[in-house]
């Protein structure tokens, strides 16, 4: 069965810390990885990775994707109140299904 | 706003009423997706459309739920006989994948949270 697994399920940090969000996952058909924030609403998108190696930004945050050690790592650098939030991470298999993971809570203390 | 609308954004019920749930999805996209999502959970796959076509349903979908897109637009969620088991949020999603299968990011709408007395 299909599945994506994150760690930690929760955080707490203080503002100016830098975290590193973790996803496994183990699913047939894989063809995207994708991470999105939510903030007792709707997901809404982050980033979308298909190829290993190739890091994406964007301002403080970042991600990579090793397809074959079958992980992604979703890194915040200098965070702040505001990043607080539900992360989380989803693969897209080759049906244009999203599997999700159960999300990490982060919490940034002031 | 991503463009994603759902109606009703809350909805409380009593167990064994039917109840219904409408998305309006971003208008050039072609694929709608509904997720539904419990607490302290990541969304959970429950059916999609690629224009007025069902193509998957999971097995968490019984006979309970049903779903349509009837003109390849807006989506409807039905649920029959609710059981508090259903209460949850509900999402919906749209993307566009084009023809030579190339699969864009999801965007959600703000979901429906139902509450099953």
């Known amino acids: 069965e299909d599945k994506v697994v994150q760690s930690p399920l929760s955080l707490v940090v203080h503002e100016g810390d830098t975290v590193t969000l973790n996803c496994s996952y183990e699913?047939?058909?894989?063809?995207?990885l994708l991470w999105y924030k939510q903030e007792k609403k709707a997901p809404t998108f982050l980033f979308m990775l298909?190829?290993?190696?190739i890091e994406k930004k964007s301002g403080r945050l970042s991600s990579i994707l090793d397809k074959k050690e079958l992980f992604s790592i979703l890194n915040i650098t200098a965070t702040q109140t505001g990043d607080s939030a539900v992360y989380l991470c989803a693969v897209l298999n080759q049906g244009g299904k999203l599997i999700f993971g159960q999300g990490t809570e982060l919490s940034v203390k002031p | 706003d991503t463009g994603v609308s759902q109606d009703p954004r809350h909805k409380i019920t009593k167990r064994g009423q039917n109840v219904t749930f409408r998305c309006d999805p971003i208008s050039e996209h072609n694929r709608l997706y509904w997720y539904r999502q419990t607490l302290g959970q990541g969304p959970e796959f429950l059916t999609y459309?690629?224009?007025?076509?069902?193509?998957?349903k999971s097995r968490l979908l019984s006979d309970r739920f049903s779903a349509e897109r009837p003109k390849g637009s807006f989506s409807t969620l039905e649920i029959q006989r609710t059981e508090q088991g259903d209460s949850a949020m509900y999402l919906c999603?749209?993307?566009?994948?084009?023809?030579?299968?190339?699969?864009?990011?999801?965007?959600f709408g703000p979901g429906t949270r139902l509450t099953v007395l």
């Open positions: 298909t190829s290993s190696g």
């Open positions: 999603a749209s993307s566009l994948v084009s023809a030579g299968v190339s699969y864009n990011e999801q965007f």
């Open positions: 699913v047939t058909n894989f063809r995207s």
């Open positions: 459309f690629q224009n007025e076509a069902q193509l998957e």
